[in-house]
């Protein structure tokens, strides 16, 4: 039994240990956000972008051209033609007043077929805006990737300081980020090269590469650097969900809105952490991956009845390039299909 004075001694310990690891909870936070700070500074003074002279050609061209021309050229794919509009939003231009939500419309447009200055005003803002020094060095890492040897220095001097200061878990996440927003890019310059109607891609259906974004906040990032290191398995089912989702058709057979994407992803982060979780999670992604089955059965059943009535299948090219879009979304779903059985299959034989 415990003698009177060892309960009174207890009984200021306990308190005392909650307030101890609140202490110690909240002193890792602050630095979590004091070295964040460090680290923009870092960059700030390292990171300076240089257009090359192809980039300077796409840009110049409008110097004297008016405002709605240079409309005309970005609604219909032109890349350089969208940053130019955005930074005229940015800056004020030609008697158009400063509008910095627009200005960042037309830039993640740009910048989501791979125009790499409009890549870099997305640093700027993840530098100045909106710190996040980690995804500032996700699109440095972009930027390096498109013929900018100035950045690949300042780069990797940056990304030793990360692992430094928050772990190898931390620096490895941003380059798997970064390799998926460049699938992105690639996906979205392949597409409007063979689109018939342009505007409606770049406005409507293109992936913005910025879509992920908001689901990888701060907090995020500092769950990664606490966490023990992922299983690489649950890695790649992350990086699979994300690609799924943001892919993924709406309810209303349009595109998931900004929104319901950001939501999705961030549920799914929340539902890796358990085996549980991730039951669920390969289950929803199941159900998205489904669509695309049903799709390209109803398809099937149309071209049928088309052929038992004696019509001529597919009179115009847009018609027979929407068909091959169908069929080659249900072969990706066949690969996903697979790949999602293999990952029920390592996470039943996981550990919660």
């Not at 993640?108 to 790499?116: E, Q, R, Y």
């Not at 057979?253 to 991730?278: H, M, P, V, Y």
Request: aromatic share 10%; with cysteine; glycine share 4%.
């Amino acid at each position: 039994m415990l003698s009177r004075n060892n309960k009174i001694f207890i009984i200021f310990l306990i308190p005392l240990m909650f307030i101890t690891f609140f202490v110690f909870k909240r002193t890792f936070q602050q630095n979590f956000i004091m070295q964040d700070q460090f680290d923009l500074e870092k960059i700030k003074k390292q990171v300076e972008f240089e257009y090359t002279p192809s980039e300077i050609v796409e840009i110049s061209k409008w110097q004297n051209k008016k405002f709605e021309d240079m409309i005309a050229d970005a609604f219909n794919g032109d890349r350089g033609g969208l940053y130019q509009i955005g930074t005229s939003f940015l800056y004020g231009h030609q008697g158009i007043t400063i509008d910095v939500e627009n200005a960042n419309l037309y830039i993640f447009k740009s910048a989501s077929l791979g125009f790499p200055p409009a890549l870099d005003q997305i640093v700027r803002i993840y530098l100045y805006e909106n710190p996040n020094p980690f995804l500032s060095l996700v699109y440095i890492n972009l930027v390096c990737s498109l013929n900018h040897p100035e950045f690949v220095i300042p780069y990797h001097e940056l990304r030793n300081q990360m692992i430094k200061k928050f772990g190898q878990n931390v620096s490895k996440k941003i380059e798997k980020i970064a390799a998926l927003k460049m699938k992105l890019i690639l996906t979205n310059q392949e597409k409007l090269e063979t689109v018939q109607h342009k505007e409606k891609f770049i406005f409507s259906d293109m992936i913005d590469i910025t879509t992920l974004d908001m689901a990888l906040d701060k907090s995020y990032w500092q769950n990664i650097s606490q966490a023990a290191q992922m299983d690489p398995w649950i890695e790649d089912l992350e990086l699979l969900a994300i690609d799924i989702i943001l892919d993924a058709p709406s309810a209303t057979n349009g595109r998931l809105t900004i929104a319901e994407i950001q939501n999705s992803i961030k549920n799914i982060f929340k539902l890796l952490k358990t085996k549980s979780g991730r039951k669920n999670a390969i289950d929803s992604l199941n159900k998205l991956n489904e669509s695309y089955f049903i799709k390209a059965n109803a398809l099937r059943n149309i071209e049928k009845e088309d052929l038992a009535n004696g019509n001529t299948l597919y009179s115009n090219t847009e018609n027979q390039k929407c068909r091959d879009e169908i069929l080659k979304k249900e072969k990706k779903a066949f690969e996903i299909k697979t790949k999602l059985n293999e990952f029920e299959k390592l996470n039943n034989n996981s550990k919660d």
